[in-house]
């Protein structure tokens, strides 16, 4: 069985320049979230997709950021226009249940020079 | 608030066994987790336990539990060079919250 997917690993993008980052969840899985890790900080939730549905977004830092579940299937975080603290590792993860054990993906190295 | 809590650094020899402590503060967690987290990759699940356990071994990890006073233990027995890794303590309230990773490195 396939894990939770991300794409692409890497991106490296000038600033106010735009980017999407793809999560390919664990098939099955309704629950998705995005995290996101800072310069060496801690790993923070962003927001959590439940089917198609935004769950809960209350990590999401600024209507800069965009996310998608359109289907319910895979999804994609947008960052237009990117800032140089928006730098960092960006993990997608997914349960079958809320709250239950969540299983992560590679990350994407977002790096906004 | 929300605020889990872990040492940033351990570094033990090969064939110590290695214990990682974290605390944290919110007692409705269902599960409690360890990740892992090797150099240039993702998070890995490396083993979680039950609010209601106080102790999960498999294989050369244990899990300690102490739900009195929220605290949370990893131990790796006979600890390799490979078990080099920055380790990620996480309680669960819906979504995640992570403590800031203790890295481990082991002197052979």
């Known amino acids: ?113 | 608030g929300e605020d889990v809590e872990q040492s940033l650094f351990l570094s033990v020899r090969e064939g110590d066994s290695s214990v990682i402590n974290c605390t944290y503060t919110d007692s409705s967690s269902t599960y409690l987790y360890w990740y892992k987290q090797e150099p240039g990759a993702g998070l890995q699940l490396l083993t979680y336990i039950f609010s209601n356990m106080d102790m999960k071994q498999d294989q050369r990890l244990t899990v300690l539990l102490n739900k009195k006073d929220k605290h949370l233990s990893l131990r790796i027995a006979d600890t390799q060079t490979g078990d080099s890794a920055i380790y990620f303590c996480a309680e669960s309230l819906g979504n995640l919250i992570f403590g800031k990773g203790t890295k481990l490195s082991v002197k052979p």
């Open chain 1, 1 to 113: 069985e396939a894990g939770v997917t991300q794409f692409p690993s890497h991106s490296v993008i000038e600033k106010g320049q735009t980017v999407t980052l793809r999560c390919d969840p664990i098939s099955g899985h309704d629950n998705l979230y995005w995290y996101r890790r800072v310069m060496g900080k801690e790993i923070k939730f962003l927001l959590h997709f439940v089917k198609e549905s935004k769950q809960d977004e209350s990590g999401m830092p600024n209507n800069r950021f965009l996310a998608e579940r359109t289907g319910g299937t895979y999804s994609t975080l947008k960052v237009q226009p990117a800032e140089l603290e928006d730098s960092g590792v960006y993990f997608c993860a997914s349960s079958q249940s809320p709250g239950g054990l969540a299983f992560f993906g590679q990350g994407t190295r977002l790096t906004v020079v």
